[in-house]
């Protein structure tokens, strides 16, 4: 068999492989992602707010406080749990540098997401839609939100889930480094460095 077909015969099978992993590092920031999310609502302590006469007031100086404290275990927990999905994965995949980098970039924007969704869906809803249909005074509790600086649409914040994985990609690269191509598999003979020196050694 010749080199041309035995490259189109493993060319399917290292394409599902490469996708497979793929796969794999984008469930895993997903899956991590979630658990974030449930981490960063239950750390998190929501201000006390009064909705009276359709406006919302904070009841304390202790409850304006806490205002950002939504931002800060965001960020807390997302940096915590991006850099061990990401040095798992890393340590994984190595082998694969630019299939590694892709899915840490792909993965931590995807990780970001699944966050701030699962543990705003599981904080406290928006006081002001309370608001918009309640006159009477009522104490709820603060809504789970992230406040950041934006730029094109996306808050600072968000940037950590990225930038820790980023930041333990080029760690472990750096302290294990690898070829980011893969080897070609059908030379694996070691070369006799005088045997190459021959005159016919290449007609071998």
């Known amino acids: 068999m010749s080199e041309i077909d035995d490259s189109a015969r493993r060319g399917p099978s290292t394409l599902w492989r490469v996708a497979r992993a793929g796969l794999l590092v984008l469930a895993a920031y997903a899956v991590v992602g979630a658990l974030a999310g449930v981490v960063w609502e239950a750390v998190w302590t929501p201000p006390g707010q009064v909705i009276a006469q359709h406006q919302v007031f904070y009841d304390s100086y ?5 205002v950002f404290t939504g931002t800060g275990w965001y960020v807390v927990v997302g940096t915590v749990a991006s850099a061990v999905v990401s040095l798992v994965i890393c340590l994984l995949t190595r082998h694969r540098a630019l299939l590694t980098l892709a ?3 792909v993965g931590s924007a995807l990780g970001a ?48 889930w990225p930038a ?16 980011p191509f893969p080897r070609d598999r059908r030379d694996t003979r070691a070369v006799d ?12």
Do not use: C, N, Q
């Open 103 to 105: 899915g840490v970039i």
């Open 193 to 204: 460095p005088h045997e190459a020196d021959l005159p016919g050694a290449r007609h071998g």
């Open 62 to 66: 202790a409850s304006l406080r806490r």
């Open 113 to 160: 997401f699944v966050m701030l969704r699962v543990g705003t869906a599981l904080g406290p809803a928006d006081p002001a839609d309370l608001a918009a249909h309640t006159v009477e005074r009522t104490t709820v509790p603060g809504e789970l939100t992230v406040d950041g600086t934006s730029h094109f649409g996306i808050k600072s914040p968000y940037l950590v």
């Open 164 to 179: 820790a994985s980023l930041l333990v990609l080029a760690g472990v690269f750096i302290t294990l480094p690898v070829s």
